[in-house]
């Protein structure tokens, strides 16, 4: 008994723990040109044929409280797609994040949604920065996808041939699967099937828990109407994550879809082509 008193007593006197700290992201959407005059029905299923829509290319900057800078997605910059899509405003995704604060080599982290060349292709731009893909969408782009003519459509050689690179350099890592935390407040969700292993990012924010869904949401109408996306393997399958994702937000005004416009309407401005969500 007068061990145990003295235990309590030692116990009552020390320092008590601390709380463990929670990292929470700020959240911001950043717009580095826009392609114009797009097809709806290229985004949503069924939709009028003569819709036509200017739509932004993102990426989206979380600036954590531990210090860490994340992309998610890292856009574009070759030459040829700006061309062929005729691209409009157009600056460097590492010029757009750097008008949000964060230099280039201060990125620490980017997590890639999928593999098409709007989403993957500026992965070079940032030299210090850790790549983080689906293990499986990363095999699959890299491998078997290209034993057929019809099995990669829009992933670009030169892409792929720059994630094999940054592998070789140890900055790529990979997420294995679905509901995976790779990052303190930040998680990976698969299910979109936008891709062969397209992912979607739930993200811990003062506000509660926000998604960035890239391409397995297009439009806020996508979700607001579940009408699936145009671009998609199982159609099944992209309004099951739209249900999952409502679940996940916190707030329905947490849902950041990957090419609407009114991203830059309904959240604050923060400069020119950057809104803060939260």
Not at 128 to 145: P, V
Not at 148 to 174: K, V
Not at 258 to 263: E, L, N, T, Y
Request: charged share 20%; aromatic share 10%.
């Amino acid at each position: 008994m007068k061990f145990l008193a003295a235990i309590l007593l030692a116990a009552s006197l020390g320092t008590p723990p601390r709380a463990q700290n929670t990292v929470s992201y700020e959240v911001y959407a950043i717009r580095f040109g826009t392609l114009p005059q797009f097809r709806v029905s290229g985004l949503i299923q069924g939709a009028d044929q003569s819709r036509r829509l200017d739509i932004p290319v993102m990426v989206w900057l979380l600036k954590g409280s531990d210090g860490r800078r994340v992309l998610v997605d890292s856009g574009f910059y070759q030459q040829k797609f700006v061309d062929q899509w005729k691209v409009q405003h157009f600056r460097t995704p590492a010029a757009a994040v750097a008008a949000a604060g964060v230099k280039a080599e201060e990125v620490t982290d980017i997590i890639i949604s999928h593999a098409h060349w709007d989403h993957v292709g500026g992965a070079n731009l940032f030299p210090k920065a850790t790549i983080w893909i689906q293990k499986d969408e990363y095999n699959y782009y890299l491998g078997e996808a290209w034993h057929s003519r019809n099995t990669h459509g829009g992933i670009d050689p030169q892409d792929m041939a720059a994630l094999l690179e940054i592998n070789t350099e140890g900055r790529l890592r990979f997420v294995n699967g679905d509901d995976q935390e790779i990052l303190p407040g930040i998680r990976c969700y698969t299910g979109g099937r936008h891709t062969y292993a397209s992912q979607y990012v739930g993200v811990r924010t003062a506000g509660g828990t926000a998604v960035m869904t890239s391409d397995n949401v297009y439009l806020y109408e996508n979700i607001e109407k579940h009408l699936p996306i145009a671009q998609t393997l199982d159609a099944k399958s992209n309004l099951a994550a739209q249900d999952r994702i409502r679940q996940l937000a916190s707030d329905p005004s947490l849902i950041v879809p990957g090419h609407d416009p009114a991203v830059f309407e309904r959240y604050p401005t923060v400069a020119e082509g950057i809104v803060r969500v939260r």
